[in-house]
């Protein structure tokens, strides 16, 4: 099993261009989450979906969209990239949201710089 | 709306000595207590995990983890810290009667010196 992966690994935009991060999970989990990752900040939930079909808001969803139209990929997209948004994006997966079996399995990341 | 302390940004501390990297939540009835690690250059990976019974909970790699809720802490400790422990790692909660959303620290770095 590859568990959970990420493409691409790094990308580098110009502020105001757009870009997709793929997340792929193998494990048949039905909850995948969006996180960035920056300095002093710890890990913060940007989106998350409980299931194939359906998006929620984290706590710094502004400036992303998101899509799960099949239950083992998550997609995160950027519209219109800002400075601010330059970070480490890790996408997540569990069996469920709640309960004990919550426990999250991270990709490797994706090192995204906007100029 | 829960939350996670981690005191400490970085901790230094001796190859073969002990270490303690803390952790607070903020009070609730019935919560699960992680901890992550992140080696450099990789995604978080589970290192322990509170869910019920024993408040003592261990890893394979030598960590342990204390449940303390009196004090709402859930501090992690090795007795005797190796060069490959070096890493970020971060302190976890999920409010299990809310079944909300799993809530992180904003991680301590353990620096292991020579």
């Known amino acids: 099993n590859a568990g959970v992966t990420q493409t691409p690994k790094f990308r580098v935009l110009k502020t105001g261009q757009s870009m997709t991060l793929l997340c792929a999970q193998d494990?048949?989990?039905?909850?995948m989450y969006w996180y960035r990752q920056d300095p002093g900040m710890g890990l913060r939930l940007i989106h998350y979906?409980?299931?194939?079909?359906?998006?929620a808001k984290g706590e710094v969803p502004d400036g992303y969209n998101v899509s799960r139209l099949k239950k083992q990929n998550f997609l995160l997209g950027l519209e219109s990239a800002a400075p601010s948004q330059t970070s480490v994006y890790f996408c997540?997966?569990?069996?469920?949201?709640?309960?004990?079996?919550?426990?999250?399995?991270f990709g490797p990341g994706t090192r995204l710089t906007v100029l | 709306a829960q939350s996670v302390t981690q005191l400490d940004s970085q901790v230094p501390v001796f190859e073969e000595a002990p270490v303690e990297l803390r952790c607070n939540y903020s009070?609730?009835?019935?919560?699960?207590l992680f901890w992550y690690v992140q080696y450099p250059n990789q995604g978080l990976q589970l290192l322990l995990k509170?869910?019920?019974?024993?408040?003592l909970v261990e890893s394979i790699n030598g960590f342990e983890a204390e449940f303390n809720k009196s004090q709402t802490s859930f501090h992690l400790r090795k007795p005797s810290v190796h060069i490959s422990d070096t890493a970020e790692y971060f302190c976890?909660?999920?409010?299990?009667?809310?079944?909300?959303?799993?809530?992180f620290g904003k991680g301590t770095r353990l620096h292991i010196l020579p």
């Open positions: 997540a997966s569990s069996y469920s949201r709640g309960g004990a079996y919550n426990e999250q399995f």
């Open positions: 494990m048949n989990h039905e909850y």
């Open positions: 979906s409980v299931g194939e079909g359906t998006t």
């Open positions: 009070s609730s009835v019935s919560v699960y």
């Open positions: 509170y869910l019920s019974g024993s408040t």
């Open positions: 976890a909660v999920s409010d299990r009667a809310r079944d909300d959303k799993i809530i």
